[in-house]
């Protein structure tokens, strides 16, 4: 069963730091391209950051340099570090494994709250 957990998500004040992660199991992420998405109340899911099984990353235009997806093939962990936090940040992340059209994983989201 493969499963992706997402954890690090939580209260934070504008131009703070959030550390995202995401354990992946069931699968060997090395083999997958992976990314992290978002979904705020209201709005449909757009994609945050993805890095390619080959290492290369791109990132929403929204990120401005703000937000570093990194991945530990070996411990099959996804990061996201999160820097100047804005109020428009909030949302539900989400990891999600992509291997193709029909093998593609999410987990159950993180909830960033970016609040003063």
């Known amino acids: 069963q493969v499963q992706l957990v997402e954890t690090g998500g939580g209260l934070v004040q504008p131009g703070g730091s959030l550390s995202l992660s995401c354990a992946v199991s069931g699968i060997m992420i090395r083999f997958y391209d992976m990314g992290w998405y978002r979904q705020a109340p209201g709005k449909q899911r757009e994609l945050v950051a993805r890095m390619r099984r080959g290492g290369s990353a791109n990132y929403a235009d929204f990120v401005e340099g703000r937000f570093t997806i990194s991945r530990d093939n070996a411990k099959n962990m996804v990061y996201l570090q999160m820097n100047s936090l804005r109020l428009e940040d909030t949302a539900v992340y989400y990891c999600?494994?992509?291997?193709?059209?029909?093998?593609?994983?999410w987990g159950k989201g993180t909830l960033v709250t970016v609040s003063s």
């Open positions: 999600n494994s992509d291997g193709g059209p029909f093998d593609s994983y």
